[in-house]
């Protein structure tokens, strides 16, 4: 029965670092693709006026002020990171997709054998809560505006990452004590 | 110890390792193409000065186009055997289960090409991973491009809904333990 809990619980990580993974994989990817788009020197900050054409505008079906401040919302990014943040953010971003997929691997690990895979799961999951305090931590220092978008869902990766690694490193230790 | 039998109990043997390795291609590809394409349209409208979109659109059209291709090549090996689970005698969750597959096949061909047709009726060029040049098949027609763009946001809203459904499923099997998730980790 003792057995049957184990595997269940197995199951279960496996699934929850799988899903949580694949959508930090996803996020990690975008905020790298948004730091190589968004760069100090193109348009919006050399201060073009936004171009909106009526037929563009019907067919993304927004008004004039919404296209206008799109402008705005790229320069709020621009004039709100400091000089270091971009290559920061491009650092993390890649170290957080490299520590995602080797978070992905261990929940394979998991699911085909045992007992190392889950010191390497632990191991994952300290380095994606790390990289996510790096990022509040950074996120603390950069301007309110860009501020306010990055804190709160950094903290509930934080909180995700800490119960993922407390859920491992409690089962590891009931698992020690079974065997 | 004493054996209870799963109401829910999936076919046991493995599935093959191209299903098992494409299943979680497609699964990171349609995340991220979800939670790119929401931060895209932000992005201020193309014009000679503003290129911010010209690389996530093209990144969105090329993992789309990869990810129709995955599709296709998951259905053709996993069809016969949904359609044979479904003509058998079973309990009305494994029906669900088969209807859920089915349909997510059907609704992700469906946001692909609708974002295809789009994409070519909008006249913008798309370039397979910038290196092969995908043909329109069409001149521009505006009408048609925010008919098939529509096509496209509703079939991807339903896939959402759909994606969700099959994620609080796997999580009901890895509780209930009963061999399914354990089929879609095992690449021997």
């Given at each position: 029965?003792?057995?049957?809990?184990?595997?269940?619980?197995?199951?279960?990580?496996?699934?929850?670092?799988?899903?949580?993974?694949?959508?930090?994989?996803?996020?990690?990817?975008?905020e790298?693709?948004k730091q190589?788009?968004i760069g100090p020197g193109s348009?919006a900050d050399?201060g073009?006026?936004?171009?909106?054409?009526?037929?563009?505008?019907?067919?993304?079906?927004?008004?004039?002020?919404?296209?206008?401040l799109?402008v705005s919302n790229v320069r709020i990014i621009l004039s709100s990171s400091p000089q270091w943040y971009r290559s920061y953010q491009l650092?993390l971003?890649?170290?957080?997709?490299?520590?995602?997929?080797?978070?992905?691997?261990?929940?394979?690990?998991?699911?085909?054998?045992?007992?190392?895979?889950?010191?390497?799961?632990?191991?994952?999951?300290?380095?994606?809560?790390?990289?996510?305090?790096a990022g509040f931590v950074a996120a603390v220092n950069i301007g309110p505006l860009l501020r306010a978008q990055y804190l709160w869902p950094l903290l509930?990766?934080?909180?995700?990452?800490?119960?993922?690694?407390?859920?491992?490193?409690?089962?590891?230790?009931?698992?020690?004590?079974?065997? | 110890?004493?054996?209870?039998?799963?109401?829910?109990?999936?076919?046991?043997?493995?599935?093959?390792?191209?299903?098992?390795?494409?299943?979680?291609?497609?699964?990171?590809?349609?995340?991220?193409?979800?939670?790119?394409?929401?931060?895209?349209?932000s992005?201020?409208?193309?014009?000679?000065?503003?290129?911010?979109?010209?690389?996530?659109?093209?990144?969105?059209?090329?993992?789309?186009?990869?990810?129709?291709?995955?599709?296709?090549?998951?259905?053709?090996?996993?069809?016969?055997?949904?359609?044979?689970?479904?003509?058998?005698?079973?309990?009305?969750?494994?029906?669900?289960?088969?209807?859920?597959?089915?349909?997510?096949?059907?609704?992700?061909?469906?946001?692909?090409?609708?974002?295809?047709?789009?994409?070519?009726?909008?006249?913008?060029?798309?370039?397979?991973?910038?290196?092969?040049?995908?043909?329109?098949?069409?001149?521009?027609?505006?009408?048609?491009?925010?008919?098939?763009?529509?096509?496209?946001?509703?079939?991807?809203?339903?896939?959402?809904?759909?994606?969700?459904?099959?994620?609080?499923?796997?999580?009901?099997?890895?509780?209930?333990?009963?061999?399914?998730?354990?089929?879609?980790?095992?690449?021997?």
């Amino acid at each position: 029965m003792k057995n049957e809990i184990a595997k269940a619980n197995v199951s279960w990580l496996a699934i929850i670092i799988m899903l949580f993974g694949l959508l930090l994989l996803a996020s990690h990817s975008n905020e790298l693709l948004k730091q190589k788009v968004i760069g100090p020197g193109s348009s919006a900050d050399l201060g073009f006026a936004a171009d909106c054409r009526a037929d563009e505008l019907e067919e993304e079906q927004l008004s004039l002020e919404e296209c206008q401040l799109m402008v705005s919302n790229v320069r709020i990014i621009l004039s709100s990171s400091p000089q270091w943040y971009r290559s920061y953010q491009l650092t993390l971003s890649s170290l957080g997709i490299a520590a995602t997929l080797f978070s992905l691997v261990t929940a394979f690990s998991l699911i085909n054998r045992q007992s190392p895979e889950l010191r390497l799961a632990i191991v994952s999951s300290a380095l994606l809560l790390i990289i996510d305090v790096a990022g509040f931590v950074a996120a603390v220092n950069i301007g309110p505006l860009l501020r306010a978008q990055y804190l709160w869902p950094l903290l509930l990766w934080i909180c995700i990452h800490l119960c993922m690694l407390v859920a491992l490193i409690r089962f590891g230790q009931q698992s020690a004590m079974d065997s | 110890m004493s054996e209870t039998k799963n109401p829910v109990e999936p076919e046991s043997e493995n599935l093959p390792r191209l299903v098992v390795l494409l299943h979680w291609l497609l699964a990171a590809s349609v995340f991220f193409l979800f939670i790119s394409s929401w931060w895209m349209l932000s992005l201020p409208l193309p014009s000679a000065e503003f290129t911010y979109r010209e690389l996530p659109f093209q990144l969105h059209k090329n993992i789309g186009i990869t990810v129709f291709i995955v599709v296709i090549t998951m259905a053709a090996m996993r069809v016969r055997a949904l359609l044979r689970e479904a003509s058998s005698p079973q309990g009305w969750l494994q029906r669900l289960a088969v209807v859920d597959h089915l349909l997510l096949y059907t609704l992700l061909t469906v946001c692909c090409l609708s974002g295809y047709m789009s994409s070519s009726y909008s006249g913008w060029s798309t370039t397979l991973w910038w290196l092969v040049d995908i043909p329109s098949m069409t001149a521009e027609n505006d009408d048609l491009n925010i008919l098939f763009s529509d096509v496209h946001l509703w079939s991807c809203w339903a896939l959402l809904g759909l994606l969700l459904l099959h994620i609080g499923a796997a999580i009901y099997h890895g509780i209930g333990n009963d061999g399914a998730i354990d089929k879609m980790f095992r690449l021997r």
